[in-house]
């Protein structure tokens, strides 16, 4: 479904870029043409999406041992950068146009922003449906979400247009809608570079967790405790443990609690756990630094 979604926006983003640069370019409007610029970004925004969705679905092979899931954290990157490089074009040109003024017709402006809007909503719409499940797909909805304001920022210039004769209304949406925009590129670019760096999930603290841990019957101590993720669902964990048991049941029953504690409360599916009981701890010193 994602997939599809993906491709059904694509469609409608070609569509709108064509019309917008040929009408923006005929009656010399920035604000269209600027909507025009943020619509072919999207569709490239969009074809790395799709691509990066497909990717991320591929099993593991004996070189990637954690698949492909960061597949989706890199498109989201490279997407959220180029709508970053887009924003900044963008307001350059419209400090520019707003210095140096040019009549616009306001009518025809409305008349395509309107068009714009209603594709960009649907393309949006469609988007926002899969936005949280995954990085990729959320850099996708904020480039289409970008053009929807954007599109709405041209009805409201072309009003002003019309009613007033503002033509300085052009430049002056289009570069308040950069800076606005520009906020929530920046802050998925710093989401997905502490994905890259092996950050600790935003929905995870560690000192809760290692005391949500400690509180287990029979847990004595925990070390070594390393929480991170391969993408926007997939969080791992590994951690040393030192336990008081006797006997493999015993063993079993404490691994139980621990992963029934990982997975209810922090949603943790994969975990590497090393759990050593205490009468052992003198016999692993030369091997286990966290047992001398």
Known sequence: MKEKNLIISIVINICISIIEIVVGLLIGSMAIISDAVHNFFDVGAMVMSLFGERASAKKIDAKHSYGYKRSEVLVALLNSTFLLVSIFIIGYKSI????????ISGGWML?????AFAGNMVATKLL???AEESMNVKSAFLHSLQDALFSAGVILTSLLVLCFNWQWADAVVSLVLSILLA???????LQTVHVLMEGVPTNVDVNVLKKDLLS??????VNDLHVWST???NIILSTHIVADFQNDADYVVKLKSIKNLLYTKYKITHSTIQMVPVSAQKELEDICKHCS
């Open 111 to 115: 008349v395509m922003a309107v068009v």
């Open 96 to 103: 520019e146009r707003l210095m140096n003024p040019q009549d």
């Open 231 to 233: 993408g926007s669902k």
């Open 128 to 130: 926002h449906d899969h």
């Open 216 to 221: 287990l019957k029979g847990i004595r101590n």
């Open 183 to 189: 906020k929530e590129a920046v802050m998925l670019i």
